[in-house]
C-alpha cells in the first residue's frame, strides 16, 4: 500500500539553526499538511497546502516557517532559526482527490527535531 | 473541552475485552476520523464517519457518531494485545484545506 515518507527520522540541530524537514507524499495526492506534536502533547495543525499554494496555517505557523514542493513529489517544511520550542514531532500528511470529498488524511512516521 | 476531546485519557483491559473510548467536540463537521499511535510511530489512521452518518464498522472496530451530541465512539470488540496504542479522534471541520483538529487522545493497555 502506498504510503507518505519522512525524512530524517531524526533530527538534532542547535538552537538558531535552519532545519528542513523533508516528505514524499503519496503519489496521486493532493492536498499536504504539516502537524506537530509536542512530546506528551496534542497533534496540533500547522499548515495546509494545495496548488502549489498555502490553503490555510495556524497560529504557530510564522515567519520562521516556510514550506515548499520544489518538484513533483517532495513536500518540504523549512524552519528558519529554530527555538527550543520546536522540538517536537513534525507529522506530514496527505490526502488524495478535492476539497470537502471526505477523504482520510494518510500521515508519513514523523520526524522527531530534538533543538539542544 | 476543546475540539475533539477524548474520554478516558487511559484505559487498562485485558486480552478479550471490549475496549470503548468517547471523543466530544464543538463545531460543526465534515466528518471525524479516529487514528491509533504506536509509541514513538505515526498517526494510523482506523476509520471515517462522514457527519450524515450515525455508525461505521471496520473488522473489530465500531464507530458512532451523533452530531446532535456532537459526540462519537470508537469500540474496539475483542482486544488483543497489539491494540495496546493510543488513540485519538479528530474532526474534519467545514474550513478551508480541511485540516484535523485532533483530541488529546486515549491510551489503551491490552494486558495478555
Known amino acids: 500500500e502506498p504510503e507518505v515518507t519522512q525524512t530524517p527520522s531524526h533530527q538534532v540541530t542547535q538552537m538558531g539553526q535552519e532545519v528542513i524537514l523533508r516528505c514524499v507524499p503519496i503519489?496521486?495526492?493532493?492536498?499536504f499538511y504539516w502537524y506537530r506534536q509536542i512530546l506528551g502533547q496534542k497533534v496540533e495543525f500547522l499548515v495546509s497546502?494545495?496548488?502549489?499554494?498555502?490553503?490555510?496555517k495556524s497560529e504557530i505557523f510564522d515567519d520562521q516557517f516556510s514550506v515548499e514542493r520544489p518538484d513533483g513529489s517532495n513536500f518540504t517544511l523549512k524552519i528558519r532559526s529554530t527555538k527550543l520550542e520546536d522540538s517536537a514531532m513534525y507529522f506530514c500528511?496527505?490526502?488524495?482527490?478535492?476539497?470537502?470529498?471526505?477523504?482520510?488524511?494518510?500521515f508519513g512516521d514523523g520526524t522527531r527535531l530534538s533543538i539542544l | 473541552s476543546q475540539q475533539g476531546e477524548e474520554d478516558p485519557q487511559a484505559l487498562s483491559i485485558q486480552e478479550g475485552e471490549n475496549a470503548t473510548m468517547n471523543c466530544s467536540y464543538k463545531?460543526?463537521?465534515?466528518?471525524l476520523q479516529w487514528y491509533r499511535q504506536n509509541s514513538g510511530r505515526g498517526l494510523v489512521h482506523l476509520i471515517l464517519?462522514?457527519?450524515?452518518?450515525r455508525e461505521k464498522h471496520s473488522g473489530r472496530l465500531r464507530v458512532t457518531l451523533d452530531t446532535s451530541k456532537k459526540s462519537s465512539s470508537l469500540l474496539i470488540t475483542a482486544s488483543r494485545a497489539a491494540d495496546t496504542a493510543s488513540y485519538f479522534c479528530?474532526?474534519?471541520?467545514?474550513?478551508?484545506?480541511?485540516?484535523?483538529?485532533f483530541g488529546g487522545g486515549t491510551r489503551v493497555l491490552v494486558k495478555p
Open positions: 503519489s496521486n495526492h493532493l492536498y
Open positions: 464517519i462522514r457527519s450524515n452518518e
Open positions: 500528511a496527505s490526502r488524495v482527490e478535492r476539497l470537502n470529498s471526505n477523504q482520510p488524511q494518510h
Open positions: 497546502f494545495y496548488n502549489n499554494e498555502i490553503s490555510e
Open positions: 463545531t460543526s463537521i465534515n466528518n
Open positions: 479528530a474532526t474534519d471541520a467545514k474550513a478551508a484545506g480541511n485540516k484535523l483538529t
